[in-house]
């Protein structure tokens, strides 16, 4: 019997051991299962898995909770793979399973090979991701970088769980700020003409990376808009500036070995002239839309009390209804000059992707956004009437150190170290593995020297290390048993895995049979974290039974006078590295063959 998910398979079992029940008349027919859980416990005494049946039915079911748990821990006896069952508190159910199950689930690791743990829970419902989003005013820093990383590596375990992923970036390309890089490239477009322009006024970006810029629009143009009126000078430039800092993220990203589905310029939204001549202002309308269905108004907010509204104005404007869906004050959409406010942007943008399909947004945001959560939650729920998610995932600050101490800020970008620097210096794989090494909600301290240290205190070369040292072992058991197939997965039917009983071996089997569980978790909680974390605990466990081997021969992986037990361990370690190359693919890491 194959197993691809030993969790799924005992939930389904706990389930027809209640079903039996009913069949039997000992409980009531059709009581609602889909709250049973059953989980690792958290004390691995109690065993292998737990499961709350007994609690959560009780209930409807008339019976006291230990009672029925007596009742369902009868059934669960007779079933081929449980060992054991014991009741704990008031009606926790501790399952302890036969080694058969996790032998089984071994076999299907390395059967499956790294699609081992992917999965249809997602049934296809279509998700986008949106991440990164920095405003196109210079090159991407560190802070970026993690919720590029992070957003990267969740959409790839969406995808992996049977989501429909669109990995999105949408472009600020319609505010102020993208006046600010304007003027500051034409700044440097008239240094590229030879003028000395002084020290970089106050308010504009002071980073040298605008210097080819300036350099690219005085070999296109020459001379040309140095005496052009403002307004026109300043669009071609803005235009020009925006192109190539887009490219330079672009590069940024890929460095980094993220590429995005689609890019959302924001004044698509709102300037005609870049839709075609049958466009409308896709705010306007959306205002309207929501106008119609009472969600917008004409009033005035009230003071506010205590910490001030930022958006706050003693008129009467146009308002949306947040509080009508859990804000604490109702937004403007317009401000006090007739523009849009970029609440109101926001919400056409939100509106288009509700619009395109999707059922379940995610927003990847800096962790100086989190005041802004809830009306964009108010405006989903309007839009969608309630039938779309929006989950904001905060990204918080990233601190960059060198052997403990601030690492100073960079000249070309003139007042932030850039991604590209950090990238370059310590290489995707530390920077990728390192931003995930941590909850996204938690500061993370990256230590320039610490993530290329080759100790177990570095987790990338710890995880790393653990598949280069389950190849290696391939290759040496080759030099032992010519006979060897190239490919060790084959082994997987032939090998005698009942002679793994060592408590290591088990436990690492254990360990691997997990995997699918973790990975289905993670995806529909939206945390990549823990895939990095397991990793780690894997790659632990493996380092610690190649540990074993030195001191109690035995237990080695390659036993040169017998095949059979040799054999049986490389299909663990065949396990091992199998899961450590899908869970490092899932994060965007490599999986080296070889560490030098």
């Known amino acids: 019997m194959a197993v691809e998910n030993i969790f799924a398979e005992i939930l389904g079992r706990v389930r027809r051991a209640v079903e039996a029940l009913?069949?039997?008349?000992?409980?009531?027919?059709g009581l609602d299962l889909s709250r049973i859980t059953v989980e690792p416990p958290r004390d691995a005494a109690h065993g292998d898995m737990a499961t709350n049946a007994a609690m959560v039915l009780a209930k409807d079911a008339g019976r006291k909770p230990r009672e029925l748990a007596d009742a369902i821990a009868e059934e669960l006896r007779a079933d081929d793979l449980i060992d054991g069952v014991e009741i704990a508190g008031p009606g926790f159910i501790n399952l302890t399973l036969k080694p058969a199950a996790w032998l089984d689930a071994l076999r299907t690791a390395v059967r499956s090979g790294t699609r081992y743990g992917?999965?249809?829970v997602g049934h296809d419902i279509p998700v986008n991701v949106e991440y990164v989003s920095a405003n196109p005013t210079g090159p991407l820093h560190v802070g970026h970088g993690r919720g590029a990383v992070?957003?990267?590596?969740?959409?790839?375990?969406?995808?992996?769980?049977?989501?429909?992923?669109?990995?999105?970036?949408y472009i600020n390309d319609a505010g102020a700020q993208v006046d600010v890089l304007a003027r500051s490239a034409y700044l440097r477009y008239r240094e590229a003409l030879g003028q000395d322009i002084g020290a970089i006024p106050e308010g504009l970006y002071p980073g040298d990376y605008l210097k080819p810029v300036g350099e690219l629009i005085a070999k296109t143009f020459g001379e040309t808009l140095k005496n052009s009126p403002e307004?026109?000078?300043?669009?071609?430039?803005?235009?020009?500036?925006?192109?190539?800092?887009?490219?330079?993220?672009?590069?940024?990203?890929?460095?980094?070995?993220i590429s995005q589905d689609r890019f959302f310029y924001e004044r698509t939204l709102i300037f005609q002239e870049e839709l075609g001549a049958n466009s409308i202002d896709r705010v306007a309308r959306t205002i309207d839309w929501l106008r119609e269905r009472g969600?917008?108004?004409q009033g005035r907010l009230p003071?506010?009390?205590?910490?001030?509204i930022e958006d706050w104005e003693d008129r009467e404007q146009t308002l949306f209804r947040s509080t009508q869906f859990g804000d604490d004050v109702d937004r403007p959409l317009m401000k006090s000059d007739g523009s849009y406010t970029y609440f109101a942007s926001d919400i056409a943008y939100h509106a288009d992707k509700i619009g395109r399909g999707f059922r379940t947004l995610i927003d990847v945001w800096g962790a100086d956004h989190g005041g802004y959560i809830k009306r964009m939650r108010a405006a989903v729920r309007a839009l969608s009437d309630a039938k779309v998610e929006l989950d904001v995932k905060l990204i918080q600050l990233v601190k960059l150190l060198r052997a403990g101490e601030p690492v100073k800020m960079s000249k070309r970008a003139g007042d932030f170290v850039t991604l590209r620097e950090v990238v370059d210096e310590v290489g995707r794989d530390a920077v990728r593995f390192m931003m995930l090494y941590r909850k996204n909600d938690a500061p993370l301290d990256f230590d320039l020297a610490k993530v290329i240290e080759q100790s177990r205190d570095n987790p990338v070369f710890y995880v790393q290390y653990g598949h280069a040292r389950g190849q290696s072992v391939f290759r040496n058991a080759r030099e032992v048993f010519r006979?060897?197939?190239?490919?060790?997965?084959?082994?997987?039917?032939?090998?005698?895995?009942?002679r793994l009983s060592d408590p290591a071996e088990l436990s690492l089997m254990r360990r691997i049979a997990m995997y699918p569980r973790v990975v289905e978790a993670a995806a529909q909680a939206h945390e990549p974290h823990r895939i990095a974390f397991y990793l780690y605990d894997l790659a632990s466990e493996f380092h610690a039974l190649w540990t074993l081997g030195n001191a109690a021969p035995h237990l080695r992986f390659?036993?040169?006078d017998d095949r059979q037990m040799t054999a049986a361990r490389l299909v663990l370690v065949k396990g091992v590295v199998t899961v450590l190359a899908s869970g490092l693919a899932l994060l965007g890491v490599k999986a080296p063959d070889e560490m030098r």
């Open 22 to 29: 009913g069949v039997a008349g000992a409980l009531p027919v």
């Open 295 to 297: 969600f917008v108004y």
């Open 303 to 308: 003071p506010p009390k205590g910490a001030p």
């Open 150 to 169: 992070f957003g990267d590596a969740l959409a790839n375990l969406l995808a992996f769980a049977g989501f429909k992923v669109t990995r999105e970036y």
């Open 231 to 257: 307004l026109e000078g300043l669009a071609v430039v803005r235009t020009i500036a925006l192109e190539n800092m887009m490219i330079a993220i672009r590069n940024d990203l890929a460095a980094l070995g």
């Open 558 to 560: 390659i036993i040169q």
């Open 483 to 498: 006979d060897l197939p190239r490919d060790i997965a084959e082994l997987a039917d032939e090998a005698e895995l009942g």
């Open 118 to 120: 992917a999965s249809d």
